[in-house]
């Protein structure tokens, strides 16, 4: 197949106005209208509040190439986009070619009649996606409605667009508009391919891989079909009928290197190759198996991703998109923040409805991460219509994507959308007539999505909805942890204490989270040292959660005397934020396997604010994301207080036993070591278990005049402190912690000591954007630890002696 690529640079055109200004391709319009300086950047200050009219106009986008004749005398000519955002139309020539109006299909044009050789223009005209929704919605013979956030784009629950660009809880509104992934025109005689789809088949020693090819052929003929997979090849000649067909050939492997989710084992990867006639496609394959199972049992409905005959417990984080302006994409930043999941030992993402289908970069760095990937489908806190437009619309969306992604090994489940069962029970309309819009309901979920999923994948699983009991269940399951998955928003939505994590024992928690602030350099982007106070309207502004400012502070009160300034404020609602995560992390690690999954809300911001996100727009790494270094190690020692005892637990993730030594200590907050006892642990693979209870009171004084410090051999560091009643109530000894900073290669060691205990000890590197290995830990007196730094660019030691900075709890107020 011949093909000429479109992208690069392209016209585009204010369509009210005439203005014209130049736009790149992957591109958005808020992106070029930045770079034309026509608009401030929505990013800065309340600037997104100055720029909504951009989502409210037409666009037009243009662009000239030239065409050989040769080209246009193969018997097809087509142009293929990926992604056109959102209400388009297309022309070559001045003449129409086709319209789309959703952004998850691929959609492809017939265009040999409208080209010529020579000098040709493609122009791609959007109507405004927010005007097109208003215009449904006033069409509609009921409401259709979602939920509101405080800037919000209306009835974007009638645009098959991000449903996340409307505005959300953590998330500007900027209806963007714009071509996005790849845009070309390709030429063929013979036969295109359009999917590539593998199945396998796993017996002892060997592996069977069907390679199935989705194909439109030019003319009816007679073509080689040739495929390999690593070094093993299969070839036949295929007959093919004009038009669109498949076909199929195995390839057997002997002796398959087995792919594995981070922390179990290797992620081999297999070149596949196929050509067929003058076609041909390259990707990589993992081989392995998967299932999902859902057991009935004593406690509910089991819910756990069994790999290679292995069950495993999951360990992640929700992506939404990576940035709110989709030009601003880029494949270091995926890189970046899939690597920073990987390295605190996550094991799985979950893809959330109310983002995007990821690039295909997106699900082949999971691949080789070993990142499995929990895939909703794009449908989010809403009621969807179900005419028979929207559904054929969701049907081709669906069957593509799902044909796009199946191969890669990362991909785990489908989900059928975000929290939708629940949003059933949440508007006055649906409240009044739950039955007509869960007939609606069903036939976009399961009479469409459903459907599709299990014909175009019949190797994966089907979760109707996140979270849910099960295919046929349609109770709301936002709060029962017997069955299925589990949002668990009990202690941010509702104020309930973090012991609330520990009232639960989800089976797997694919949502639960605690907001804090980005990091200082974060903020620094966005507002003025004179705004540097959390009610000043544009601290405001960056907090999207009608309470959260709220919240946070009274959570302060709760556990902590109350931070001095804005710089300690924003450090303990980190320390907060790393608190309440780890308290559910650990305790649901500890009820495995009853509990198999945990993902917490949410890995990454789309642009710096005030969020649950564990690493913050300018991608570095909030406190939660170092603590999860260590509440998702694969051996967690951790410790609770149950019924006034004392109980110490090993959680081992991993496939085999391991003995370790264990260390407890009782310290008061002057270092004075109380009692220590150092115990021989059996840790059984793929297991948690209690290592041993003691009444609290033989331990302790008094539970405000102690902590308890755990240490387990080989641990990432000393991060296991517990403290026995609220640390407001403790008297912190002033600690006095010093740094000594050295260069190491292309790195920094850093070695801090203490005169006293220091708690959530926090290093912070200022303007110069890299990761500790370590942070948010305990210092101990007499016992220095050093640290490394790796920056993301290099500095020198000088420079870095003078961006950082330590801080720790008593520091705070
Ligand atoms: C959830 C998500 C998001 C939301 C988050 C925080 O339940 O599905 O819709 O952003 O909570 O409120």
Redesign the pocket.
């Known amino acids: 197949m011949k093909a000429i690529d479109l992208r690069g640079d392209w016209q585009l055109t204010r369509v009210a106005t005439g203005e014209t200004m130049p736009a790149v391709v992957p591109g958005d319009t808020h992106s070029a209208l930045l770079t034309a300086g026509r608009i401030p950047d929505p990013y800065g200050g309340t600037n997104e509040l100055d720029v909504q009219w951009v989502g409210r106009e037409d666009w037009s986008w243009e662009k000239s190439f030239t065409v050989e004749s040769d080209f246009l005398r193969e018997a097809q000519v087509f142009l293929s986009c990926d992604s056109l955002d959102t209400v388009a139309e297309v022309f070559v020539n001045g003449r129409k070619a086709g319209s789309s109006d959703n952004m998850f299909t691929r959609c492809r044009f017939d265009v040999k009649k409208l080209l010529v050789p020579g000098k040709n223009t493609v122009r791609i005209a959007f109507t405004s996606a927010e005007n097109t929704a208003v215009s449904r919605a006033s069409r509609l013979p009921y409401p259709v409605p979602h939920v509101l956030n405080p800037v919000q784009s209306p009835n974007r629950n009638l645009v098959r667009k991000a449903q996340c660009h409307a505005g959300?809880?953590?998330g500007p509104c900027l209806m963007v508009s714009g071509i996005t992934g790849e845009i070309i025109l390709g030429a063929f005689s013979d036969v295109r391919i359009d999917y590539v789809m593998t199945e396998q088949t796993h017996a002892e020693g060997r592996c069977t891989v069907r390679v199935i090819v989705e194909y439109t052929a030019a003319e009816a003929g007679r073509f080689p079909l040739n495929v390999t997979v690593g070094e093993h090849a299969a070839s036949r000649v295929v007959t093919l009928d004009r038009g669109p067909g498949s076909a199929s050939i195995d390839v057997a492997i002997h002796d398959p290197k087995l792919w594995w989710p981070n922390g179990c084992g290797g992620q081999p990867l297999y070149p596949l190759s196929v050509t067929l006639g003058g076609d041909s496609v390259s990707r990589k394959i993992g081989l392995r198996t998967l299932q999902l199972v859902n057991r009935e049992d004593s406690q509910g409905l089991s819910m756990t991703f069994r790999v290679n005959g292995v069950d495993i417990f999951c360990k992640g984080a929700n992506w939404i998109p990576l940035d709110a302006l989709p030009q601003r994409e880029t494949k270091d930043r995926l890189e970046h923040l899939l690597g920073s999941a990987a390295a605190v030992s996550m094991n799985m993402i979950r893809v959330?409805g109310?983002g995007k289908y990821e690039s295909d970069d997106f699900y082949c760095l999971c691949d080789e991460k070993g990142l499995l990937v929990w895939q909703d489908m794009m449908f989010?806190?809403a009621l969807y219509p179900a005419s028979p437009e929207f559904l054929s619309s969701v049907e081709a969306e669906i069957r593509h994507q799902v044909k796009r992604l199946r191969d890669h090994p990362c991909i785990a489940l489908w989900c059928g959308n975000?929290?939708d069962v629940g949003a059933l029970t949440w508007f006055p309309e649906s409240k009044q007539n739950r039955d007509r819009y869960i007939v609606d309901y069903d036939r976009l979920n399961e009479g469409t999505i459903g459907r599709v999923v299990d014909e175009c994948d019949p190797t994966r699983a089907f979760w109707p909805s996140s979270p849910s009991a099960g295919r046929g269940d349609y109770s709301d399951n936002w709060h029962d942890d017997r069955r299925g998955d589990m949002?668990f928003?009990s202690v941010w939505h509702e104020g309930k204490p973090f012991s609330a994590f520990r009232g639960v024992s989800p089976r797997f928690c694919s949502?639960f989270?605690y907001q804090s602030f980005p990091s200082l350099e974060a903020i620094r982007t966005y507002a003025a040292e004179e705004d540097f106070n959390v009610t000043s309207p544009v601290m405001e502004h960056h907090q999207r959660?009608p309470r959260g400012n709220s919240i946070i502070t009274e959570m302060f009160t709760r556990y902590f005397r109350f931070p001095q300034g804005f710089e300690n404020f924003v450090y303990l609602s980190q320390v907060q934020q790393a608190l309440a995560i780890r308290t559910a992390v650990e305790h649901w690690r500890r009820v495995r396997p009853v509990c198999m999954g945990t993902l917490y809300?949410q890995l990454n911001d789309n642009w710096p604010v005030c969020s649950?996100s564990s690493i913050d727009y300018t991608g570095a790494w909030k406190l939660l994301h170092y603590a999860a270094r260590r509440f998702f190690a694969p051996l967690l020692l951790s410790g609770e207080v149950v019924g006034g005892r004392f109980e110490v637990w090993i959680t081992n993730d991993l496939l085999e036993d391991r003995r370790l030594g264990a260390v407890i200590t009782v310290l008061d907050f002057d270092g004075s070591v109380i009692r220590q006892e150092a115990k021989d642990v059996r840790a059984r693979a793929a297991s948690a278990a209690l290592v041993e209870g003691w009444p609290l009171a033989e331990l302790v004084p008094a539970p405000q005049k102690a902590f308890i410090h755990l240490a387990l051999d080989g641990d990432s560091g000393p991060g296991g402190e517990i403290f026995l009643t609220e640390p407001k109530r403790c008297r912190l000894a002033r600690a006095n912690v010093t740094l000594e900073c050295s260069q190491t290669g292309s790195g920094f060691a850093i070695t801090l000591s203490t005169d006293k205990p220091a708690f959530f000890v926090s290093l912070f590197a200022g303007a110069i954007p890299g990761e500790f290995s370590d942070n948010c830990f305990t210092l101990l007196p007499g016992s220095p630890l050093t640290v490394s730094f790796q920056p993301r660019k290099a500095v020198s030691l000088e420079t870095l002696r003078r961006s950082l900075s330590v801080k720790h709890l008593r520091d705070s107020y």
């Open positions: 959300w809880d953590w959330w109310g989010s806190c975000n929290e949002h928003w949502e989270g959660h809300w649950w």
